[in-house]
């Protein structure tokens, strides 16, 4: 696995009016990583992810993708809000993501729709490809989108919360398609997830956004909704091993990448300690 | 009964501006845009007013007005400055208002007004049938063109703009295409009851199909029939051709509505539980 950087965040800010969404936020996407977002609600997590895929532009600070043309990013959405009345079957909602390679007026071919067809079945939905897409159950409709993105032969994939209301079970099977995808397809992957108990098993790095991202973890105030207000800003932070969070002070003691163990390549670098670090005046 | 000339060229009208907008409205219903439908035709009257009163041709004048309004509609409402009902209401007024103004700076009694309010078949002229022939044209080609990116971002905007599909120029190119395609058929159906033509076929034709080609072609195929046998039944029983082609559409929608094999499947569809139980992965 190379470890050659895909996106960065430089300093990126993202206000909406008087709120805040993101602040000062500072990282590297390397290639064939594979991070879980945590986070509270409203911490940033689906904003920074739209930031990434290029639909919501930072008020300050930038993005800058590293031979990474942007049809190259396949951004999953949480819940899409369309009409699922919509007249397309599974098939063509995939299909549409093959539009970005194919260029403006070019039809999509026998080749594309027997891609499509192939990632329908790789995805499970070989059976339903030419029903309706809101015929489809909710799980079904996240993994045509699933396919939708990966189509488009992506590099990096973004997911918001792609197994929201599913049972433990379902999201087992769901991240463990998503891990042999990565593998099969060799992508980098970000997904944002409240999910504390199986998401981060599935992936090598967590990244905690709460207005800015804290790498490898989340201080562990966040979790504590009564104190968040009080503690947010000092260096306590959670430390994830497997399933259960616990606590550390040292916050940066393994912020270096650790060359010798291939399973976690990082992913986020942690650029705190440049000059333009904001740490101290928190 | 088609052997009078006037006759001819209504009929050809007829068949030329159903097919444009049974087309155009495939995206207007799908992207909820009907009412716009309407605030376009009525800025038009400005335009129509405008034209009586300096004497230059009306499908000039009337298309700068209702392009003008549709972008400006379109423009309003993307900012997120003002919600689309207020822009729709203001454009609408406003457009009427100038044609009111228009049409009192011209002394005497403009006696084709009322045609223009509620189209005639009398009206259609064959310049009239170039200017449609030539509208249909291009509207057709350039919808050929963007097909697939306009399917795309009819049916998510977002993650068409994701994957770098140009979806905001694409909305512009809607507007004015719906436009332009309601400037050239105002004279056979009317102000009034234009949109009717735009929004009847394509919501008749999801009654029908949830296969895009499907409700396209039956969307053709609806208003083609609507319009011609709206026209003879208007020269039968001299009744107004708009009105009849409206009233007539109305009742093949409401009567789909009732019969529709896809109302009675949404409620109850066999898959659809069997599915939702199979959870997220499979």
């Known amino acids: 696995m190379s470890s050659k950087i895909l996106v960065s965040l430089e300093d990126v800010s993202v206000r909406f009016q008087e709120l805040t969404a993101l602040h000062d936020v500072n990282i590297q996407i390397t290639a064939g990583s594979s991070t879980a977002l945590i986070g509270p609600n409203g911490g940033g997590k689906t904003t920074l992810l739209k930031v990434i895929a290029g639909l919501i532009k930072p008020t300050q600070g930038r993005v800058r993708y590293y031979d990474l043309k942007r049809a190259r990013i396949g951004y999953v959405p949480q819940e899409s809000v369309v009409d699922w009345r919509f007249p397309v079957s599974a098939l063509d909602v995939v299909l549409m993501g093959r539009y970005p390679a194919l260029g403006l007026i070019r039809r999509a071919g026998r080749h594309d729709r027997e891609i499509a067809l192939t990632m329908l079945a790789r995805v499970g939905l070989r059976d339903v490809a030419i029903r309706p897409v809101g015929a489809l159950s909710g799980g079904q409709k996240q993994r045509v989108a699933i396919a939708r993105a990966l189509v488009g032969e992506p590099k990096l994939i973004l997911l918001d919360e792609p197994t929201s209301g599913a049972d433990v079970e379902a999201k087992d099977r769901f991240y463990s398609l998503i891990r042999e995808l990565k593998k099969e397809l060799s992508l980098t992957i970000l997904v944002a997830s409240h999910d504390l108990v199986v998401v981060p098993r599935f992936v090598d790095d967590v990244a905690c956004v709460a207005k800015t991202v804290h790498l490898h973890a989340c201080p562990s105030e966040i979790w504590d909704e009564e104190h968040f207000q009080r503690l947010y800003g000092t260096q306590m932070e959670a430390i994830f091993h497997g399933k259960v969070p616990h606590r550390m002070v040292a916050p940066h003691a393994n912020a270096k990448p650790s060359r010798g163990d291939p399973a976690r390549t990082r992913n986020t670098r942690n650029t705190r300690n440049t000059p333009k670090s904001k740490k101290g005046k928190r | ?282």
């Open chain 2, 1 to 282: 009964m088609f052997q009078a000339a006037f006759m001819q060229r209504a009929l050809i009208a007829g068949v030329m501006v159903s097919i444009l907008l049974s087309v155009l409205g495939f995206f207007v219903v799908l992207r909820r845009m009907s009412f716009i439908g309407v605030g376009i035709a009525h800025a038009a009257f400005g335009g129509v007013a405008l034209g009586h009163l300096l004497g230059i041709p009306i499908f000039l004048s009337a298309s700068v007005f209702s392009v003008a309004a549709g972008l400006g509609i379109g423009a309003v409402t993307r900012r997120g400055r003002i919600k689309e009902d207020t822009a729709i209401g203001i454009f609408f007024a406003a457009g009427m208002a100038l044609g009111v103004l228009f049409l009192s700076l011209k002394p005497g009694y403009i006696t084709d007004l009322a045609s223009y309010l509620f189209g005639s078949i009398l009206a259609v002229t064959p310049t009239d049938l170039w200017i449609i022939a030539a509208a249909a044209f291009l509207i057709l080609v350039l919808l050929a063109l963007f097909f697939k990116e306009l399917l795309a971002s009819s049916f998510d905007a977002e993650l068409a703009r994701a994957s770098g599909i140009p979806e905001g120029f694409l909305f512009y190119l809607l507007l004015g295409l719906v436009s332009l395609g309601i400037v050239s058929a105002i004279k056979l159906v009317g102000i009034i009851l234009v949109s009717a033509l735009l929004v009847l076929p394509a919501a008749t034709a999801l009654q029908w199909s949830r296969r895009y080609g499907w409700v396209l072609a039956l969307s053709a195929l609806f208003g083609l029939a609507y319009t011609v046998s709206g026209l003879a039944i208007s020269y039968w029983i001299d009744i107004p051709s708009g009105a009849t082609i409206v009233i007539l559409g109305t009742a093949v929608f409401l009567l789909s509505l009732a019969i529709s094999p896809l109302r009675r499947r949404k409620g109850n569809h066999p898959d659809r539980t069997r599915s939702a139980r199979s959870g997220t992965t499979g």
